[in-house]
Structures are given as C-alpha cells and as structure tokens.
C-alpha cells in the first residue's frame, strides 16, 4: 500500500499497490503492520456499507464525540463519491479546514480518517457503494453532524446536492 498523507495531519489517501499478470490484480487492502508504521494502532471493530441510488446525495458530516471517536478506512466500491474530512481537533494547526478528495470503484483509492476528524461524502453517479472499516463501535447519544453547507467551514462541493436526510439538513451552524 502506498500512503500519502493529506493536508490535514494524520489522514491519509492509501492507493493499493498492484501485483498484476494476464489475470489482473492482487494488492494488500489492509495490513495492521503498515497501518501501524503511519502511527495508525486503532484496529477496526466494525464495517459498514452505504449503498446510494441518486447522484447527488450527500450523506454527512458526521463524527463521534468523545469518549466514543473513530478512526474510518473508508472506500467506494461501485461508483464515484466527493470523500470529505473537516479536522476538528482543537490543538491542531488545521483546525476547521477541510480536504476532499474523489473515491472510485475504478481508482480503489481509500481514505483514511482519524479520530475527531468530520466525515461525510456525496455521490457522484447513480447506484453508488461505499464501504467503511471503523476502529469503534457506534454509540447514539455521542453522534456529532455538521452541516453539509455550513458557512464555517465553506466546503466546495463538486455538484449540486440533490438528496439529504432531514437529520442532515435540520442541523444548526457549527459553534465550537
């Protein structure tokens, strides 16, 4: 796996490393010991998968308040999604700036998010699928959402948003 670390510290963008012949590809989705060379020690406990028929839905931001945070591994499996992390790490020299990046069934990009991190996506073609490793398990009364369009953050989406859940869209501005 190749890891590139993005603007935000400690997320990461992992493209696979491929061992290809007249059949196709093998590559490495997970390995614990290079996940662990990136400081990353927090092992999944939980997958989950997102399947969205429009393009155009957005789903996020969303994150775990303490003590319940998450690490995700996230990648899109069928289709094309706008991946975006926001750092909400109050001692952090990029708190409140955001990074996006495009996941693709056919660039197998992944995403890797740390904790306190805001995560969300929007879809860019119809019938998309996403899959997500996350290092806790979800807790309810400890689940945080930002807005999408928040003004705080000014997040430059690439398409109109098009389909949202009320919980998304009913969130107030951002006060931290």
């Not at 952090?92 to 969300?120: C, Q």
Request: net charge negative; aromatic share 14%.
């Amino acid at each position: 796996m190749k890891f590139l670390e993005t603007p935000l510290k400690g997320a990461y963008i992992i493209d696979l490393e491929k061992r290809e012949d007249e059949r196709g590809f093998f590559a490495r989705a997970w390995c614990q010991k290079e996940f662990e060379s990136h400081g990353i020690y927090r092992l999944p406990v939980q997958a989950n998968m997102s399947f969205n028929m429009k393009m155009g839905t957005i789903r996020g931001m969303h994150y775990q308040a303490s003590p319940y945070q998450e690490s995700k591994l996230i990648r899109c499996i069928k289709g094309s999604i706008y991946d975006v992390i926001i750092d909400l790490r109050k001692d952090s020299p990029t708190y409140r700036k955001w990074f996006g990046i495009e996941l693709t069934d056919e660039n197998r990009t992944m995403l890797f998010v740390p904790e306190d991190i805001a995560h969300g996506f929007l879809t860019l073609k119809d019938n998309t699928e996403v899959m997500y490793q996350v290092s806790a398990f979800y807790n309810f009364e400890s689940e945080r959402i930002i807005r999408y369009d928040d003004p705080s953050f000014n997040i430059q989406w690439p398409i109109k948003v098009s389909v949202i859940s009320k919980k998304d869209i009913d969130t107030p501005d951002f006060i931290h």
